[in-house]
């Protein structure tokens, strides 16, 4: 079973940040957040990944609370290209990813 | 970055029929693949989990002799679907991680392969 929990669905602006949350509240102290993207009939696509401290790569911001019991995934300039369903998940220690039922973001102009 | 492939990415077949779907690394060593199977409007649901040289590790509810894995080598592992059925249609995906990053390091996915039987 998943370890995640998230809104089925959300909505944001063109050129507007996209705040996705994700709520994890049973994550061990060894295991990773990481979060992906699926744009339709297409493999998932990696975003970015934490462990307790904030990160930021060229495509998101990954904020996760103090307590590691939620996270939130930035988008800061949300395109129509980034309509897709993303992925927030906890991944163990024996290496395999489980899904969630994900976020569907749908950016409009 | 690490690319991970499938082939076919489209396949029809009859029912009855078995199907194999490939899954490779292309620039990099997967001691680890996994396979997973996507309905419509659905989530990907893990399958089974390939570690190189050794059986697979099937999921609960995954029927392993009609779900073939073999990981014979560090940058291919193959999915045969056996006896083919109208339910088994699906998107089924794979991917790799690269070695030595454990749950630290990213899991690429493929592009997946979608199966319909007739």
């Known amino acids: 079973d998943a370890k995640t929990t998230q809104p089925p669905s959300m909505d944001c602006a063109e050129g507007r940040a996209a705040n996705l949350p994700c709520n994890h509240s049973?994550?061990?102290?060894?295991?990773?957040v990481y979060w992906y993207r699926q744009i339709h009939s297409q493999g998932p696509q990696y975003i970015i990944h934490?462990?307790?401290n904030n990160e930021t790569n060229e495509m998101a911001s990954l904020i996760i609370t103090e307590d590691r019991k939620s996270s939130t995934l930035i988008l800061p300039h949300a395109t129509l290209r980034d309509t897709a369903v993303y992925y927030c998940?906890?991944?163990?220690?024996?290496?395999?990813?489980?899904f969630g039922a994900g976020t569907r973001l749908t950016v409009k102009p | 970055g690490a690319v991970v492939s499938q082939h076919p990415s489209w396949v029809i077949c009859k029912s009855g029929t078995s199907v194999k779907i490939e899954c490779r690394s292309l620039?990099?060593?997967?001691?680890?693949m996994f396979w997973y199977r996507q309905f419509p409007k659905q989530s990907l649901m893990l399958m089974a989990t390939?570690?190189?040289?050794?059986?697979?590790?099937?999921e609960q509810g995954v029927e392993k002799d009609k779900f073939l894995i073999n990981h014979a080598s560090l940058t291919l592992s193959t999915l045969t679907v056996t006896s083919a059925h109208p339910e088994d249609s699906s998107f089924y995906i794979c991917?790799?991680?690269?070695?030595?990053?454990?749950?630290?390091?990213?899991?690429?996915f493929g592009e997946g392969s979608r199966l319909t039987v007739l």
């Open positions: 991917s790799a991680s690269a070695p030595g990053g454990g749950n630290t390091g990213e899991l690429f």
């Open positions: 049973t994550i061990s102290g060894n295991e990773y």
């Open positions: 934490g462990l307790k």
């Open positions: 998940i906890v991944r163990g220690n024996n290496n395999d990813m489980r």
């Open positions: 620039d990099f060593q997967a001691t680890t």
């Open positions: 390939s570690n190189e040289g050794s059986k697979a590790t099937y």
